[in-house]
Each structure stands twice: as C-alpha cells, then as structure tokens.
C-alpha cells in the first residue's frame, strides 16, 4: 500500500540544522511532486514546500524561503526537508504528503516532530 | 498569498445530523480546493479534492460543492467517528494555504 515514512526528527538549538527525511513506497515515486507540511502545537496546518516529480521546481512559503530546501532522490524514493537557521516558532509536527488527485495531498505520512529550544 | 476562511470555528451536533462547513477564499481558486479531516495523533486524511469529488474510500456522507471563492463540506448524517478537525486547502496557486480548521464535536 502508499505509504510515507518520515524520519530525523528532534530537538535542536535555535539557529541549528536538522534535516528530515521521507521514505516513500508502494507507488511511482518519480511520478509524483511531493509537499512538507507542518502543524505547530495547537495551531492548524501550514504548507511548508513542494518540488514536482522530477526535481526541476520547487516552492518555499514565505516563512522558511532562504531557510529551508527540499530536494529528492528518485532512485532512493526519498524527499529531504534540510532546515537551516532554525527558529522556536520553526517547533512543529512535519508531515510529507504526495500530489495527488484534483492537486490535493494524498496521503500523509505520520509526521516527525521538530522542536527548536534552548 | 491566497487567505482561506473557514466558517464556523467549532460546532457541536448529534450523531444523525446534518452538518454544513464553509470556507472561503480571498481570490477565485476555480475548483482547486479540498476538504481533510484531522484527528490528534493521526495524519490528515483527504476527503474532497477538486472541491466535489469524493476520495476513493471515503463514506458518501461526506460531499463538498462550490467553486469560485465559495466552498462547503457537508456530512449528511453525523456518526460518532466524524468527530474531528476539518480543514479545507486551496491548491490554485503557490503558496498553497490552509483555513484554520472547523472542530466537530458530536
């Protein structure tokens, strides 16, 4: 079955680095632009950054533009998040989800938590 | 940046009922928009994309209609499981943006 796995998630002082990592299985991972999303404690979701299927595009939100970069290896089916200048308010759950149907995101994976605190 | 405003924040109603949610966009997003249900502790889970069709799997109860800036998730007759946080998500332009959830209460 479709299924996303995230992993390098922890705790990291304020202006370090952590970098995430999404392993994908059970569809054609080539075939598909991926997305980060993140949900602060008690807050909604918030779109974090997508690269289409073939790595050649890729969108930042304002929040994390110049901070964070998604890249992906299709021959490993894995999408990275590496994220650098780390703030407290970068504290969040970070799902990977894939493009799916209509452009919606479909599915998600579980999450890997990231906490930014002294 | 495209604001996405869902209506109402909370609502609470019995297991049977008919539960309208709306959300609203600051600009035409045509139809790209969808609907997911978020309960703690799990991934979200799609239930609309393309602002009216149905996700393979999802129970019929749930439909979305609208188009344009004007967007509603109904679920026709409530079920205990239907407890959770919905969030609609317009995916017309980047940067993609989420509403800021509608909490079911049963």
């Not at chain 1, 690269?51 to 050649?56: H, N």
């Not at chain 1, 894995?78 to 919606?104: F, W």
């Not at chain 2, 309960?39 to 439909?63: D, E, M």
């Amino acid at each position: 079955q479709v299924q996303l796995v995230e992993s390098g998630g922890g705790v990291v002082q304020p202006g370090g680095s952590l970098r995430l990592s999404c392993a994908a299985s059970g569809f054609t991972f080539s075939s598909h632009g991926m997305h980060w999303v993140r949900q602060a404690p008690g807050k909604g979701l918030e779109w974090v950054a997508f690269i289409r299927f073939d790595g050649t595009d890729k969108f930042y939100a304002d929040s994390v533009k110049g901070r964070f970069t998604i890249s992906r290896d299709n021959d490993k089916n894995t999408v990275d998040l590496q994220m650098n200048s780390l703030k407290p308010e970068d504290t969040a759950i970070y799902h990977c989800a894939r493009v799916a149907l209509g452009m919606a995101l479909d599915p998600w994976g579980q999450g890997a938590l990231v906490t930014v605190s002294t | 940046d495209i604001q996405m405003t869902q209506s109402p924040s909370s609502v609470s109603a019995s297991v049977g009922d008919r539960v309208t949610l709306t959300c609203r966009a600051s600009q035409g997003i045509r139809y790209w928009l969808a609907w997911y249900q978020w309960k703690p502790g799990k991934a979200p889970k799609l239930l609309i994309y393309a602002a009216s069709s149905l996700q393979s799997g999802v129970p019929s109860r749930f439909s979305g209609s609208g188009s344009g800036t004007d967007f509603t998730l109904t679920i026709s007759s409530l079920q205990p499981e239907d407890s959770a946080t919905y969030f609609c998500q317009q995916s017309d332009s980047f940067p993609y943006t989420f509403g800021q959830g509608t909490k079911v209460d049963i």
